[in-house]
């Protein structure tokens, strides 16, 4: 069983930072890619960010030049720098994994980004 906890939610004015963090706990020897999601009010839960245990890394044309994704494996952590935010950034972020085929979500952190 893998646990996921993020951290580092919370308001900003538009066109500043954040950055998340999310840990991982429990069985987690042979975690593979790590991602982050997002889910706006009303919206569905999105794809935003994606890391291989490689540094392989890819982003949605959304936040693609904005966000960065990174991890720390001594530490069982991924990470997503987000800079020049916008209010359409505004949702509840998600950290996942999928490890022995299940798939594992994090409580999420609400980002406010304000115009």
């Known amino acids: 069983q893998v646990r996921l906890a993020e951290s580092g939610g919370g308001l900003v004015q538009a066109g500043g930072s954040l950055r998340l963090s999310c840990s991982a706990s429990?069985?987690?020897?042979?975690?593979?890619?790590l991602a982050w999601y997002r889910q706006a009010p009303g919206q569905q839960r999105e794809w935003v960010a994606i890391?291989?245990?490689?540094?392989?890394?890819n982003y949605a044309k959304s936040v693609k030049g904005r966000f960065t994704i990174s991890r720390d494996n001594a530490k069982n952590t991924v990470y997503l720098q987000m800079n020049s935010l916008k209010p359409e950034d505004t949702a509840v972020y998600y950290c996942?994994?999928?490890?022995?085929?299940?798939?594992?979500w994090g409580q999420g952190t609400q980002i406010t980004v304000s115009s």
């Open positions: 996942n994994t999928v490890f022995g085929g299940t798939p594992y």
């Open positions: 429990g069985s987690v020897v042979g975690i593979g890619v």
């Open positions: 890391i291989s245990t490689g540094d392989n890394i």
